[in-house]
């Protein structure tokens, strides 16, 4: 399968402009990556702090087929996105449920997942932030970025066409995936 790419330099939210794509075309599937996010956010409408350079993106798809539940999406794409991060990093990968990704106990990543409903097709919007070269403040909450940990820079355009990848090899799989055959992603 292969996702539309939509790609700006400067957006509100990434997942804001996937639901936005969702309702106004016709496409079913795509990935939205942007430079920068000015209204960027998480879980819980928690601000995303968004520093250039880091990768913000957001994959839709529709899940009609898909047997999976919401908390079954969420382990899913954490897992796809662990992926993606152990491209980059050879060390241990924590989850911290539900959707945050650490390294060293620190957080490098985050997933908001959203579904829409439009004419009888519910579609997930799968939002990941990576941190890639800088590290956001959070009061209580340490966080990390790649350039740190390994003191090389990894660009957003490549980290986007990785996980862009990954996700159109694994989007086909969804309909007939199985939680118990989660060690297999």
Known sequence: MKLKSFNFKIVNSTNDLAIRIIQSTNYKSGIVTAEKQKKGRGQYGKKWTSHKGNLFVSVFF???????????????NCLLVKKLLSAFYKGKIFIKYPNDL???KKKISGILQETLSKSGKTFIIVGIGINLIKSPNIKNYPT??????????????????????????????????????????
Request: cysteine-free; charged content about 25%; overall charge positive.
């Open 62 to 76: 529709p899940i009609n087929e898909i047997k999976l539940s919401l908390k079954e999406l969420t382990q899913v």
């Open 102 to 104: 650490l390294i060293n």
């Open 144 to 185: 990390t970025n790649f350039f740190d940990i390994l003191n090389i820079k990894i660009t957003s355009n490549n980290a986007a066409l990785r996980i862009k990848k990954i996700y159109e090899k694994f989007i086909p799989k969804f309909p007939k995936f199985n939680v118990k055959n989660i060690d297999k992603i």
